[in-house]
């Protein structure tokens, strides 16, 4: 599946984005999808995942109650709102598709294919 995120951009902390990541290829709705990040110098990290059919959802705890992520099967994307965003919320974030459908499975390895990654930049 060829994933395509957008929706980055410099904010205020305090402030909201959301990003979108597009999906092509193989059936989108068959599989959980996910969102991660990385810091300069700093290794990728799991953000939050949501299952196939977008009934279970799983945060890391430094964004839960900021990020909300969700998805539209019909229009094969998922997105990534964040709000209340902080300086340590600066990165590039990425989406990417599962080889499972649970969202029970969110360690990188569990992900075959990844976006091109888009910038937020949070300003104190």
């Known amino acids: 599946v060829q994933l395509q995120a957008s929706g980055g951009g410099l904010v205020q902390a305090g402030g909201s984005l959301r990003l979108s990541c597009a999906a092509s290829?193989?059936?989108?709705?068959?599989?959980?999808m996910g969102w991660f990040r990385q810091a300069p110098g700093k290794e990728r990290e799991f953000v939050s995942i949501?299952?196939?059919?977008?009934?279970?959802?799983i945060y890391q705890d430094s964004v839960k109650g900021r990020f909300t992520i969700s998805r539209d099967n019909a229009k094969n994307t998922i997105y990534l709102q964040m709000n209340s965003l902080k300086p340590e919320d600066t990165a590039v974030y990425y989406c990417?598709?599962?080889?499972?459908?649970?969202?029970?499975?969110?360690?990188?390895?569990?992900?075959?294919?990844w976006g091109q990654g888009t910038q937020v930049t949070v300003s104190s």
């Open positions: 990417a598709a599962s080889l499972y459908s649970s969202a029970y499975h969110y360690r990188a390895t569990a992900f075959d294919s």
């Open positions: 290829g193989r059936t989108f709705s068959s599989n959980a």
């Open positions: 949501i299952s196939s059919n977008g009934d279970s959802t």
